[in-house]
């Protein structure tokens, strides 16, 4: 009768039950791992390290559609430092994304042209390693990272230029003009929207870090502390690896975020762990996300699409809640943290 009668209620007592009795299971322990366990699972599940050799290193980003040459790389460099690209010659690619600052602005959301800000709130990521990712922006929808140049330059907000009003600035300017057709030639058009594209992008696959995670896993076992080494374990045993795998750590698939909801929170009209500052819902207003690239993340707070989190423990904790289903304790978020921070990097093109 009661049944009959409160049909939603009993189907509410036996989902909480169920959760309940899920939640107060007592966890997996961990399993203990020496250096090299650690390192050989570490590379088996694809985090590989950046390559050691120049060759190696160009392999894994040149590409047909887009062959490197140094000339291409150094016009790139030219043009990504230089506010040309900008209206009012204010604000060049550097502005938001300084190298020396890990690759972005440090802000929770970009300023661009006019000091305006951008109109979702969104957080300008790193370039370093960008190139690694098999496509780009917070929603995934640029293929790469020269498709992705157009994006800026055009945005109202960033650069506020036509691709015909980038081509004639530079036209104006014989070092730009000379550079285009030497690197591209009269039958690749010379000085064209299309090869400014090409040649920021072929400059910025030049942006990959090498960080003493890459040394450990090419054998060091000195390059990581131990409470990195345990924070590496946990990384990979409790999952965070099945979102952020290969060598960028991330860029490689759309992911649903947040994955899992406290029963508690589920009337929360938040659709974020945070507040949703700018109203962004990822693609397709799904709340999917490229997944972050973890490489330098400690010099790249603030954190998540709209720079809500400041505390790389935080975005942390949230990950291991929202993500994994299950939050990491103080001293395993601490782990988790030393581990990141290994992944802090120096340019390798450069060395
Ligand atoms: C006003 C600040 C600003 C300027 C100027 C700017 N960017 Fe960005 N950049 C951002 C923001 C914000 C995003 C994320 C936007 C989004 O996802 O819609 C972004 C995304 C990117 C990404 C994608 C990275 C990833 O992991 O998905 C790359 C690469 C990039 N910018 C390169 C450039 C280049 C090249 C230029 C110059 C042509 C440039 N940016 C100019 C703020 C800026
Ligand atoms: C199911 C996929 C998935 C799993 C598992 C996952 N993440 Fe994430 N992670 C994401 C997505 C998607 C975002 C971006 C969310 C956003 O900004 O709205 C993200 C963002 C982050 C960020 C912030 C990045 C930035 O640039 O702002 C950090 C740090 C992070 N994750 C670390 C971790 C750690 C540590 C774990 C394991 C505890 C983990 N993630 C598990 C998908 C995942």
Same mark, same amino acid.
């Given at each position: ?9 009993? /189907? ?10 899920? /939640? ?27 390559p050691?050799? !120049? ?15 140094p ?41 661009? !042209?006019?000091? $305006? *800000? ?8 790193t370039?370093?390693? @960008? ?23 055009? @945005?109202? !907000? ?16 014989p ?15 010379? $000085? ?9 992008g072929?400059? +910025?696959?030049t942006?990959?870090? +090498? ?24 990384f990979?045993?409790?999952?965070c ?14 992911? *649903? ?22 109203? !962004? ?44 289903? *299950?939050? /990491? ?17 120096t340019?390798?093109?450069? *060395?």
């Open positions: 009768m009661f049944a009959a009668r409160h049909p939603i209620l009993i /189907f509410f007592s036996v989902v909480m039950v169920v959760y309940g009795l899920v /939640f107060s299971l007592p966890e997996r322990p961990l399993r203990q791992l020496d250096d090299s366990e650690l390192r050989a699972w570490a590379l088996d599940v694809g985090l590989k390290p950046v050691e050799t !120049f060759d190696a290193l160009r392999g894994l980003v040149d590409t047909d559609d887009n062959r490197l040459s000339e291409k790389i150094a016009l790139g460099k030219m043009l990504f430092n230089d506010p040309i690209l900008s209206r009012d010659d204010s604000v060049s690619c550097a502005s938001c994304h300084i190298l020396a600052e890990g690759g972005d602005d440090n802000l929770p959301t970009a300023v661009g !042209f006019h000091g $305006l *800000r951008n109109p979702q709130h969104l957080n300008s990521p370039v370093l390693n @960008a190139a690694l990712a098999r496509s780009q922006f917070w929603d995934g929808r640029a293929p790469d990272v020269e498709a992705q140049a157009a994006g800026p330059i055009q @945005a109202p !907000f960033e650069m506020n230029l036509t691709p015909d009003e980038v081509v004639r600035k530079l036209s104006a300017i070092r730009y003009v000379d550079a285009f057709y030497q690197v591209f030639g009269e039958e690749a058009g010379g $000085l064209r929207f299309e090869n400014v594209q090409m040649a920021i072929a400059y +910025e696959r942006l990959l870090t +090498e960080s003493n995670f890459d040394l450990f896993l090419r054998g060091d076992d000195a390059a990581l502390s131990a409470s990195a080494k345990r924070g590496l374990n946990l990979m045993q409790k999952g690896k099945g979102c952020h795998a290969g060598t960028g750590l991330g860029g490689l698939s759309i992911q *649903r975020f947040p994955l899992h909801r406290p029963i508690v929170e589920v009337f929360d009209n938040e659709p974020f762990p945070f507040p949703n500052e700018g109203g !962004f819902l990822g693609r397709g207003e799904r709340r999917y996300f490229r997944v972050p690239i973890l490489r330098n993340i400690s010099r790249t707070a603030p954190y998540f699409h709209n720079g809500a989190v400041e505390d790389l423990k935080e975005a942390v904790h949230i990950m291991s809640k929202y993500q994994l289903g *299950r939050a /990491f304790t103080p001293a395993q978020i601490d782990d988790v943290v030393a581990f990141l921070k290994s992944l802090d990097g340019l390798v093109f450069d *060395r």
